[in-house]
């Protein structure tokens, strides 16, 4: 559950605390035990879980679990290290060449995306026209027990969400929210929709840590914000149903959901997928998608550690408040492949805090890329049908993807990366 951009070490600690998500025919508790951080959603002392206890089960249980993420890779290899400002390939020819849409005043206008990770600074000049034009739509922070941290002005008023200006605990996540947005005044290829407006929680702290309450606070919060598509560049290895819920909202909301797969391929004894990006979603007729990312070099070659799996939640359990388990809500999902696809992710140069830059490698990299480029697909379509819904823009382009060895869909590349030119015709045309 930290920043997909890295890899290797994960120390979660359990705490004293428990996520609770109750069934929806419950009433949450009044004056009870626990504390409401989000729909049906408790969080509540251990020492307090005998109180929900009825004659049957009333929600599941989940430990508000801690996990501390190792950044040690980046930029290919060793610590971040600042560079000169210079494009970003994975806009430009080599990744998904999105000036083909640009050149056609296709920016992202009329497209809002969510984005969870450690807040942003949106003083960067990546964030000059995105600010001046008033797209930074809302902005929340959450802390470990998933109480949003209010801005308020000098008199004591609390600030509203739609006008709080961003924080950030951690770099990541400025270099994420550029690859999606941003456009500085240097002329230099930066975001991929830069015209795309944008909504940002920040649920990871400095030392790039976060809770699961943190977590799912911050995704119930952006499910509530009009979000187009969210892009999560955070995970936890293994099969964890921690976020199911809130993720079932955005996706009941018609949200396409893009998540971080993971970097973890060649990492010896760590699950090769993350939670969320495993979750065997299936779809609605008017529900939104779910697309786990990997990422590739500027070579079009997968990155030797972005990979998945074949993800099977068959043997997996969850605690409800009685006591007994039941099964994961994904148990009866057949097994199925992570990651959908892969896009741009190895030495992206984005936006650092206090006006740096910085190159990056990871699906963390990769996963706002592809948010970008829904958002691209889906501000073309909303020029001529302002009712088109983002699961359009998203399945136009999984239908672009082109097969990378080994053929067919596989656990390195799942369906392949992007055929921009095949995507631009089909959505602007020749």
């Known amino acids: 559950m930290t920043s997909a951009s890295h890899r290797k070490v994960f120390d979660s600690s359990r705490t004293e605390d428990s996520v609770v998500y109750l069934r929806q025919d419950v009433i949450p508790p009044l004056g009870g035990p626990g504390r409401l951080i989000g729909p049906q959603t ?3 002392a ?4 005998p109180a929900l206890v009825e004659e049957k089960p009333i929600g599941d249980v989940f430990n508000n679990a801690v996990i501390t993420f190792d950044l040690d890779k980046s930029g290919g290899g ?13 806009i430009g020819t080599d990744g998904l060449n999105v000036k083909t849409f640009w050149n056609k005043g296709v920016l992202g206008h009329g497209v809002r995306v969510g984005i969870a990770d450690s807040g942003m600074d949106s003083t960067h000049p990546s964030f000059e026209k995105l600010t001046a034009e008033k797209r930074l739509k809302g902005f929340a922070q959450f802390d470990r027990q998933g109480n949003q941290v209010l801005q308020k002005r000098p008199d004591g008023t609390v600030i509203p969400d739609s006008v709080a200006i961003p924080t950030f605990g951690h770099l990541h996540g400025t270099h994420c929210a550029a690859i999606i ?17 944008l ?7 400095q030392s ?7 977590i799912a606070a911050g995704l119930s919060w952006l499910a509530t914000q009009k979000c187009d598509i969210a892009s999560l560049s955070l995970g936890w290895p293994g099969l964890h149903e921690e976020w199911a819920s809130p993720v079932k909202a955005l996706l009941d909301a018609g949200v396409i959901v893009v998540v971080a797969v993971g970097n973890e391929f060649d990492a010896a004894g760590v699950a090769k997928s993350r939670s969320p990006a495993n979750y065997l979603v299936t779809p609605g007729p008017t529900d939104g998608l779910l697309i786990a990312v990997g990422a590739h070099e500027q070579a079009g070659t997968v990155w030797e550690s972005s990979g998945g799996e074949t993800v099977s939640w068959a043997d997996v359990t969850v605690l409800q408040t009685d006591g007994t388990s039941r099964q994961s809500i994904f148990a009866s999902q057949p097994p199925r492949i992570v990651p959908g696809m892969v896009a741009p992710g190895v030495e992206i140069i984005s936006a650092a805090p206090f006006k740096k ?11 706002p890329h592809v948010a970008g480029l829904i958002a691209l697909v889906l501000s073309h379509l909303r020029s001529s049908d302002p009712g088109a819904r983002p699961r359009t823009a ?9 097969d990378l060895a080994p053929i067919g869909l596989d656990i390195r590349s799942g369906a392949g990366r992007v055929d921009n030119s095949a995507l631009a015709h089909t959505v602007i045309g020749p």
Request: overall charge negative; glycine content about 12%.
């Open 42 to 44: 408790l969080l509540i």
């Open 46 to 49: 251990n020492d307090d879980l």
């Open 78 to 90: 060793g610590a971040a290290t600042f560079v000169d400002n210079d494009d970003n390939w994975g």
């Open 181 to 197: 947005v941003g456009e500085g005044p240097d002329g230099k290829d930066r975001g991929v929709a830069p015209g795309a407006e």
């Open 199 to 205: 909504v940002v929680t920040r649920v990871l702290e």
């Open 208 to 214: 790039n840590t976060g809770s699961v309450a943190q």
């Open 357 to 367: 830059y910085l190159p990056l490698d990871g699906s963390s990299m990769a996963t």
């Open 394 to 402: 998203a399945e136009l382009m999984l239908t672009s993807l082109k």
